[in-house]
Nanobody, 125 residues
Framework: QVQLVESGGGLVQAGGSLRLSCAAS????????MAWFRQSPGKEREFVGA????????YYTDSVKDRFTISRDNVKNTMYLQMNNLRPPDTAVYYC??????????????????WGQGTQVTVSS
């Protein structure tokens, strides 16, 4: 069983930056794709972006493309989400997720087997 722990959330002004981390409790050999999702109050949880762990290929939802970047550190078993030019609509609880499969287009929650507890990101205007 892989446990995922997010960190790095907080309060930031519009236009600012934050970097979220997602640390895996064990070697990510059993996780082939990792992703970030987010959920705002009253809204469905939505896909933000994902990374295919072995090759580092990333893909994003359109609303964060060119502002958010996902990366990973194989030694630390950690995935990152660098968020730049943050906007109030980016306010949400951000969750990391892991899948036991290689997902070249893993945008659905149901594709993921492991979830973190979430970290709050609040962007003030």
């Amino acid at each position: 069983q892989v446990q995922l722990v997010e960190s790095g959330g907080g309060l930031v002004q519009a236009g600012g930056s934050l970097r979220l981390s997602c640390a895996a409790s064990s070697h990510t050999g059993s996780v082939y794709t990792m992703a970030w999702f987010r959920q705002s109050p009253g809204k469905e949880r939505e896909f933000v972006g994902a990374i295919m762990w072995s090759v580092g290929y990333t893909y994003y939802t359109d609303s964060v493309k060119d502002r958010f970047t996902i990366s990973r550190d194989n030694v630390k078993n950690t995935m990152y989400l660098q968020m730049n030019n943050l906007r109030p609509p980016d306010t949400a609880v951000y969750y990391c997720a892991g899948a036991r499969w290689t997902l070249p287009n893993g945008r659905s929650q149901s594709s993921y087997d492991y979830w973190g507890q979430g970290t709050q990101v609040t962007v003030s205007s």
